[in-house]
Nanobody, 125 residues
Framework: QLQLVESGGGLVQSGGSLRLSCAAA?????????IGWFRQAPGKEREGLSC????????NYVDSVKDRFAISRDNVNRTVYLQMMHLKPEDTAVYYC?????????????????WGQGTQVTVSS
């Protein structure tokens, strides 16, 4: 069972930046999996933010973050990143990474069988 671990969350001021990381808990390679980033704010549903294919050459973003967030991956170091810039208080949420069972991005949240526990991001105004 693939388990993921997120890191890099924290408290940042509005306008600041953070880089989140996602790796396999067991140290396994993620190179064959498409990886997505999601977030869930208090009282809201979990929403998809971005996805990257296994080779790193295909990415997609939800409109609300596409000009501020950038997804990337380093398959040598077995890590997927979410660089977040120009953060706003409304970006405050628990951020999750998840792996698809395929090498390409497709579908919505329910297509992802493997999840991390999440990392808290808090943006102060």
């Amino acid at each position: 069972q693939l388990q993921l671990v997120e890191s890099g969350g924290g408290l940042v001021q509005s306008g600041g930046s953070l880089r989140l990381s996602c790796a396999a808990a067991s140290g396994l390679s993620l190179e064959h999996y498409a990886i997505g980033w999601f977030r869930q704010a208090p009282g809201k549903e979990r929403e998809g933010l971005s996805c990257i294919g296994s080779g790193g050459d295909t990415t997609n973003y939800v409109d609300s973050v596409k000009d501020r967030f950038a997804i990337s991956r380093d398959n040598v170091n077995r890590t997927v990143y979410l660089q977040m810039m120009h953060l706003k208080p409304e970006d405050t949420a628990v951020y999750y990474c998840a792996a698809l069972g395929t090498s390409y991005c497709h579908g919505g949240i329910y297509e992802y069988p493997y999840w991390g526990q999440g990392t808290q991001v808090t943006v102060s105004s």
